[in-house]
């Protein structure tokens, strides 16, 4: 023990750097073993695509929309996710996959979904990313 005393105070940068590695190791895994049951792969919404019943929210910026995007797709930035949150209540009923590149804004997007009263939401695991790499179509504008 007082090794790891001694050991710690000569290289605390070492062991801060540790921990916080550490800490954010956890709450990645966390995140993602939360929205495990939420998470669909590319050929999973294209069924629901093709079913009809869903509607597909891009959380990406405008820019990276007009790039390209899913087919009849809307665009919901999420950093305007708050403001415009009236546009899309027509769809509390409706379930609503939402994507953006690889997954990492569309997991805060669900949150602020889920606090406006959403209750059936998807993400597309590894985004848009995934789905190009499934060979899937987008448009672009």
Known sequence: MPQLIEFIGNHTLLFVAFFMTLGMLVYTEYMRISSAN?????????????????????????????????????????????????EIEKYKDKEVVVYCDNGMRSS?????????????????????????????????K
């Open 38 to 86: 939420t998470a669909l792969s590319p050929y999973d919404a294209t069924q629901k695509m093709n079913e009809g019943n869903a509607v597909f929210l891009d959380v990406r910026d405008e820019s990276e929309f007009k790039g390209g995007h899913l087919l009849n797709s809307h665009s919901m930035p999420v950093s305007k996710l708050a403001e415009h949150m009236h």
């Open 108 to 140: 805060r997007a669900i949150s602020k979904l889920k606090k406006g009263g959403f209750t059936q939401l998807f993400s597309l695991a590894g985004g848009l990313v995934a789905w190009e790499k499934a060979n899937l179509p987008t448009v672009s």
